[in-house]
């Protein structure tokens, strides 16, 4: 299992071009260390997350806790970011990880069992689910976005959108 995590680390998520406004629009972009105080600036700080990858692990959330998972072709991605083993915090890489082993169709018996090329595709797969589900995240993202334009805007509401998320009756 612990191979099998390591290689799961060493893969690159990506997202949906789809939702690359969207991304922008949640996720800091400049160095907001260094700050004239204009409008536009303060505007930056104020954002929900720091990267696009706190991003992605909060959209994957999301999609998770809504059981909510959609289709999703690499061919169809946005910008690469990094990769998920320089992502923090670790708990929260972890508990990912771990969710997606629990949601995957693997059966964990035979998760100890993998050859190395084996552990590859599976990690593979694994980061396919997440991907899976992060756009099913930032689907309702979205959704929430387009009926409350303003929602994400407020730092607070992050929490409380994924708080009150309930599986979707699919």
């Not at 990912?96 to 100890?112: H, K, R, T, V, W």
């Amino acid at each position: 299992m612990e191979k099998l995590r390591i290689k799961f680390l060493e893969k690159v998520a990506l997202y949906p071009k789809t939702y690359e406004e969207l991304v922008t629009r949640l996720t800091r972009v400049g160095d907001v260390s260094k700050s004239l105080g204009t409008n536009e600036e303060q505007f930056e700080r104020g954002k929900a997350f720091g990267s696009v990858y706190e991003c992605f692990m909060y959209a994957t959330m999301v999609g998770i806790k809504a059981r909510n998972s959609l289709p999703f072709e690499r061919g169809a991605a946005g910008k690469k970011f990094l990769p998920i083993k320089d992502w923090k915090p670790d708990a929260i890489v972890q508990y990912l990880f771990m969710s997606l082993l629990a949601l995957g169709d693997f059966p964990l018996s035979d998760l100890e069992a993998l050859g190395t090329d084996a552990e590859d595709k599976k990690a593979s797969e694994l980061v396919n689910l997440m991907e899976c589900y992060a756009k099913g995240g930032f689907e309702l993202m979205s959704d929430k976005r387009k009926a409350s334009p303003q929602f994400f805007e407020s730092p607070s509401n992050v929490v409380t959108f994924l708080k009150e998320m309930k599986p979707l009756n699919n």
